[in-house]
């Protein structure tokens, strides 16, 4: 990975305030910046939920870029669909309950959208954009274990109103595809955009 910047400042900035995101790079071994991109995050209803989810991991980009000159954003946006609506993060305990109720032992897709940009002095320019699909299934969840979920207030952050790490996996039944996907960030997407920028070529 190429530092645009000075040695001791890493080249690339993640654009997320989520703690799982952070892990899941550092997993990677890229050193990395982090500022959140603040951004409206209402669903676009024109376009498919795969679609918007790079929409809006786009918008993310281009705030942060214009913040950081020079360096390479990251940006990502994760959202679950289940029978072609999107479950967005819980507004409170009651639709979290909804959510789990619905998504109990029913297979549904976890979608995350990658843009990787560029900060250039004109405007951010996108290296490359990715978006993974990874099928999931919880369990069969009897009312005593959403009780306990819901409680913990672990799912109003997340899209779908629940995790697949910590205590979140022991909802997961059943997963198909990029596990890291489903956390935040489906690793080998990002490892390949960044080879995108290391080789200055286009990415997916």
Not at 45 to 62: G, S, V
């Amino acid at each position: 990975m190429p530092r645009v910047t000075t040695p001791d400042r890493p080249a690339l900035v993640l654009a997320s305030a989520s703690p799982r995101r952070r892990d899941l790079l550092h997993a990677l071994g890229v050193p990395f910046d982090v500022e959140p991109a603040d951004v409206d995050e209402t669903p676009d209803p024109a376009r498919t939920p795969a679609d918007d989810a790079l929409r809006l991991a786009r918008a993310k980009a281009d705030v942060v870029a214009r913040r950081r000159p020079g360096r390479l954003v990251l940006a990502a946006d994760t959202i679950v669909v289940l029978d072609g609506a999107v479950l967005g993060k819980p507004r409170d305990a009651n639709e979290n309950r909804r959510f789990l109720e619905r998504l109990a032992d029913v297979p549904h897709a976890v979608v995350t959208a990658h843009v990787l940009v560029r900060a250039d002095a004109d405007a951010p320019q996108e290296i490359g954009r990715e978006a993974v699909r990874t099928e999931v299934r919880l369990r069969a969840l009897d009312e005593a274990a959403i009780d306990r979920w819901v409680a913990s207030g672990a799912g109003l952050d997340k899209a779908g109103g629940y995790a697949i790490q910590d205590a979140g996996a022991a909802l997961v039944g059943e997963v198909r595809g990029c596990y890291s996907n489903v956390v935040g960030l489906s690793l080998p997407a990002v490892t390949r955009l960044l080879d995108a920028a290391q080789e200055g070529r286009p990415g997916v």
